[in-house]
């Protein structure tokens, strides 16, 4: 029960850190958390502005990597595409603003909806012809899928082809371009929902069956259960919660282009799961908060070793290619996991030997 | 065997209507025919990353993500090795450029084999009691292939230059030239696929191949080791994908983009044909050599320019839709 208590409480304290960081930065940095008033418009520019944007993005890949985790880390199913999901919902969110030409508040709501409904029927329907089959077939599948409406958005004339499409308006109170810091809540609300969302289906009796598909679905199946239903299940909402994050980052950057469908959106969750910790509540959130900032810092930066100079920027994404390698042969619970085990290393033999202070433990054999 | 008589039938028929449809529509055999010899080309160009990707699923389960990535460096090597300047310059040492080309695809061919072999020695061999793990390992050294090309090549696509003997020829009929290149990398791949059937079909290591497909844990009971086995076929499958880039570079170069599409193609191929089943995967890639074909010569002055590069992946999405085992695949 106290460590329950321990844990939520680490969890809440993290929470009150995040809902006061615009402020704690704008005291820091001396800027403002809404940006510089210009006549009636707001420009956004300083410190705690920027970082906020910093922070939504994390939210976004954050939520992104949560619900990949969902499907690969508790139910053990892979997709390679996931990108589908993430893009479909913004190009849905995206033509409902700018091509059905109703009031932006109703646009909105609307193309949130469709959004959500649309890449939810389209996980099911994906899911439901090919995870019959063998696990590796719904892999195949999800990433033929999402290559053909890549490419298929990426010429297609309607949504300007490769260029993709501005968003020319949003209801105001949500412009992060005028209202950032209402927009960093509402990206963080929605990150605390998916995050406590995922937790509470995982722990309930569904989330049970879920990690007994992952580790042996002919048993899981013997116990009686339809386990394809169980997946279908899974993906549907990981399809959803990916469509989520996908049109937080669309009214971040007012714009919808083929790039959202792109190969990248399956690749960055998939590192952020793998890296951060595969089946585990923090993992996805760690590997997205971590790799981000490192993005964010090495993007404009050099480092000089005598007359030899790297640009980190585009040597960073085969390091991390040889980062998730190494994890994937070496470390495959990632950090939260690999973390977990080393302070059960450290407890158990301490436990054994009754007090630490005892007796010197003695030392641990090399694996 | 009344399944695979239907299938027979079925390619049969999805074959001729395909050719039907592309004769109607260019009018002249000779438009036709270049169809035809474009569809067979990229047909035995997809038959060369697909056969490897086909037999390493059938012997050792491994969805192989990264066979696309060999391509892809089979054709920046080829390149490399044929033209002046890049990581190494030849063009001092053998100044014949139909030599270098030879020594250019032998090179290719080592370098393939020899990365094949120590992605499977050194990473995959880890992984056998983690199989989706395998899957995601293979996707990441995909990755990592693409950006060490990057950052070796830069991204700016080659297109080749050189110029040397069977490239250039041209041979004519019904009126129409027609590239003698197409036809020597067609004959390529006939060849291989002649051999690799002799291969499993004809000696003792292909013997225990198939039998490793059918079950590999009973070939082990018996005594043989099919681990080596294991590395042997991968490292085979590599150096295959690496020999079809290689070929592939003088008409197509070398592009970041060769590797994405040459695996979604070769992986519809596979799932055409039949996971695992040899001869699957050959009229697999004939046939989706040849819709590809048909699709371009149909796209040219409509507005579905997409067409081409969406059918290898609509053929798959139906495949899989109407008959997921394949072909030749059997039902599981």
Same mark, same amino acid.
């Given at each position: 029960m106290s460590k329950a208590l321990r844990q939520n409480g680490l969890l809440l304290l993290l929470l009150a850190f995040l809902i006061g960081f615009p402020f704690l930065v704008g005291w820091l940095t001396d800027s403002s958390p809404v940006g510089i008033p210009r006549g009636d418009r707001m420009v956004m520019r300083g410190e705690s502005v920027r970082w906020q944007a910093v922070l939504i993005e994390v939210y976004i890949l954050a939520i992104l990597a949560m619900s990949y985790n969902l499907l690969f #880390?508790?139910?053990g199913v892979v997709s390679f595409g996931h990108a589908l999901f993430f893009g479909m919902g913004s190009y849905i969110l995206g033509l409902s603003l700018e091509y059905t030409g109703l009031d932006t508040g109703l646009a909105l709501t609307l193309g949130v909806l469709a959004g959500i409904v649309i890449c939810g029927l389209l996980g099911l329907l994906i899911g439901f012809v090919t995870?019959? !089959?063998? #696990?590796v077939y719904f892999a195949i599948f999800t990433l033929a899928v999402a290559e053909m409406f890549f490419i298929f958005f990426g010429r +297609? =004339? !309607?949504?300007?082809? %490769?260029d993709g499409f501005a968003i020319? %308006? !949003?209801p105001l109170w949500l412009d992060p371009a005028q209202n950032r810091l209402t927009f960093y809540y509402v990206a963080l609300a929605l990150f605390v929902a998916t995050f406590l969302f995922i937790r509470r289906v995982v722990k309930s009796p569904t989330g049970a069956v879920f990690e007994a598909i992952r580790e042996n679905e002919d048993r899981a199946q013997a116990l009686g259960y339809n386990t394809l239903r169980f997946k279908l299940l899974s993906i549907m909402m990981a399809a959803m919660i990916a469509a989520v994050a996908g049109m937080l980052q669309v009214l971040l950057n007012k714009k919808v282009g083929p790039e959202l469908l792109g190969v990248s959106y399956t690749v960055d969750p998939l590192l952020m799961t793998v890296i951060g $910790?595969? $089946?585990? +509540?923090?993992g996805p959130v760690i590997g997205a908060t971590g790799l981000h900032l490192l993005d964010v810092f090495f993007r404009n930066s050099a480092i000089s070793i005598g007359s030899f100079t790297i640009d980190i920027a585009t040597v960073w994404p085969l390091l991390l290619g040889g980062i998730f390698i190494v994890v994937v042969l070496i +470390?495959? =619970? $990632?950090v939260v996991g690999t973390w977990r085990r080393w302070r059960q290393k450290a407890r158990s033999p301490a436990q054994r030997a009754g007090p630490p202070t005892a007796r010197p433990r003695p030392k641990e054999a090399p694996e | 065997m009344a399944s695979k008589r239907t299938s027979v039938l079925a390619i049969a028929a999805i074959l001729i209507a395909l050719l039907a449809f592309s004769f109607i529509r260019s009018g002249s055999l000779g438009n036709f025919g270049i169809t035809v010899l474009s569809g067979l080309f990229q047909g035995m160009l997809l038959f060369l990353v697909a056969s490897g990707l086909s037999i390493v699923f059938g012997l050792m389960? @491994?969805?192989?993500? /990264?066979q696309g990535s060999f391509f892809m460096l089979g054709a920046y090597v080829a390149y490399d090795v044929q033209?002046?300047?890049? @990581? @190494?310059?030849l063009t001092a040492a053998v100044p014949d450029p139909n030599l270098r080309f030879v020594l250019a695809v032998i090179v290719t061919v080592l370098v393939g084999a020899a990365l094949g072999a120590v992605l499977e020695r050194g990473l995959l061999r880890r992984l056998y009691i983690r199989p989706v793990f395998q899957l995601v390992l293979t996707f990441g050294v995909s990755l990592v292939m693409l950006e060490l090309v990057k950052a070796i090549w830069t991204t700016t696509p080659f297109s080749w230059t050189e110029t040397f003997g069977v490239r250039e020829n041209f041979f004519t009929l019904f009126d129409q030239r027609f590239s003698t290149y197409r036809l020597f990398v067609v004959g390529i791949g006939l060849l291989l696929i002649v051999g690799i059937a002799l291969l499993l079909n004809r000696t003792r290591i292909g013997i225990i191949i198939r039998a490793g497909v059918e079950d590999s844990e009973m070939v082990q009971a018996l005594g043989i080791n099919v681990r080596v086995v294991f590395t042997l076929v991968f490292t085979l499958g590599c150096a295959i994908a690496a020999l079809g880039g290689a070929v592939a570079a003088p008409f197509l170069? /070398?592009?970041?983009?060769l590797a994405s599409t040459f695996l979604l193609q070769a992986i519809a191929v596979v799932v055409l044909g039949g996971l695992g089943s040899y001869e699957g995967t050959a009229v697999g890639s004939l046939m989706v050599g040849l819709s590809i074909a048909v699709a371009q010569d149909a796209a040219i002055?409509?507005?579905?320019?997409m067409l081409p590069s969406i059918t290898p992946m609509l053929l798959l999405v139906l495949v899989l839709l109407?008959?997921?085992?394949?072909?030749?695949g059997e039902a599981r």
């Amino acid at each position: 029960m106290s460590k329950a208590l321990r844990q939520n409480g680490l969890l809440l304290l993290l929470l009150a850190f995040l809902i006061g960081f615009p402020f704690l930065v704008g005291w820091l940095t001396d800027s403002s958390p809404v940006g510089i008033p210009r006549g009636d418009r707001m420009v956004m520019r300083g410190e705690s502005v920027r970082w906020q944007a910093v922070l939504i993005e994390v939210y976004i890949l954050a939520i992104l990597a949560m619900s990949y985790n969902l499907l690969f #880390g508790f139910t053990g199913v892979v997709s390679f595409g996931h990108a589908l999901f993430f893009g479909m919902g913004s190009y849905i969110l995206g033509l409902s603003l700018e091509y059905t030409g109703l009031d932006t508040g109703l646009a909105l709501t609307l193309g949130v909806l469709a959004g959500i409904v649309i890449c939810g029927l389209l996980g099911l329907l994906i899911g439901f012809v090919t995870l019959r !089959l063998r #696990g590796v077939y719904f892999a195949i599948f999800t990433l033929a899928v999402a290559e053909m409406f890549f490419i298929f958005f990426g010429r +297609f =004339q !309607l949504t300007r082809a %490769e260029d993709g499409f501005a968003i020319s %308006e !949003l209801p105001l109170w949500l412009d992060p371009a005028q209202n950032r810091l209402t927009f960093y809540y509402v990206a963080l609300a929605l990150f605390v929902a998916t995050f406590l969302f995922i937790r509470r289906v995982v722990k309930s009796p569904t989330g049970a069956v879920f990690e007994a598909i992952r580790e042996n679905e002919d048993r899981a199946q013997a116990l009686g259960y339809n386990t394809l239903r169980f997946k279908l299940l899974s993906i549907m909402m990981a399809a959803m919660i990916a469509a989520v994050a996908g049109m937080l980052q669309v009214l971040l950057n007012k714009k919808v282009g083929p790039e959202l469908l792109g190969v990248s959106y399956t690749v960055d969750p998939l590192l952020m799961t793998v890296i951060g $910790g595969v $089946g585990t +509540f923090a993992g996805p959130v760690i590997g997205a908060t971590g790799l981000h900032l490192l993005d964010v810092f090495f993007r404009n930066s050099a480092i000089s070793i005598g007359s030899f100079t790297i640009d980190i920027a585009t040597v960073w994404p085969l390091l991390l290619g040889g980062i998730f390698i190494v994890v994937v042969l070496i +470390f495959p =619970q $990632g950090v939260v996991g690999t973390w977990r085990r080393w302070r059960q290393k450290a407890r158990s033999p301490a436990q054994r030997a009754g007090p630490p202070t005892a007796r010197p433990r003695p030392k641990e054999a090399p694996e | 065997m009344a399944s695979k008589r239907t299938s027979v039938l079925a390619i049969a028929a999805i074959l001729i209507a395909l050719l039907a449809f592309s004769f109607i529509r260019s009018g002249s055999l000779g438009n036709f025919g270049i169809t035809v010899l474009s569809g067979l080309f990229q047909g035995m160009l997809l038959f060369l990353v697909a056969s490897g990707l086909s037999i390493v699923f059938g012997l050792m389960d @491994v969805l192989n993500l /990264a066979q696309g990535s060999f391509f892809m460096l089979g054709a920046y090597v080829a390149y490399d090795v044929q033209h002046p300047g890049g @990581v @190494v310059d030849l063009t001092a040492a053998v100044p014949d450029p139909n030599l270098r080309f030879v020594l250019a695809v032998i090179v290719t061919v080592l370098v393939g084999a020899a990365l094949g072999a120590v992605l499977e020695r050194g990473l995959l061999r880890r992984l056998y009691i983690r199989p989706v793990f395998q899957l995601v390992l293979t996707f990441g050294v995909s990755l990592v292939m693409l950006e060490l090309v990057k950052a070796i090549w830069t991204t700016t696509p080659f297109s080749w230059t050189e110029t040397f003997g069977v490239r250039e020829n041209f041979f004519t009929l019904f009126d129409q030239r027609f590239s003698t290149y197409r036809l020597f990398v067609v004959g390529i791949g006939l060849l291989l696929i002649v051999g690799i059937a002799l291969l499993l079909n004809r000696t003792r290591i292909g013997i225990i191949i198939r039998a490793g497909v059918e079950d590999s844990e009973m070939v082990q009971a018996l005594g043989i080791n099919v681990r080596v086995v294991f590395t042997l076929v991968f490292t085979l499958g590599c150096a295959i994908a690496a020999l079809g880039g290689a070929v592939a570079a003088p008409f197509l170069g /070398a592009s970041t983009t060769l590797a994405s599409t040459f695996l979604l193609q070769a992986i519809a191929v596979v799932v055409l044909g039949g996971l695992g089943s040899y001869e699957g995967t050959a009229v697999g890639s004939l046939m989706v050599g040849l819709s590809i074909a048909v699709a371009q010569d149909a796209a040219i002055g409509t507005s579905l320019s997409m067409l081409p590069s969406i059918t290898p992946m609509l053929l798959l999405v139906l495949v899989l839709l109407i008959r997921p085992s394949g072909l030749f695949g059997e039902a599981r």
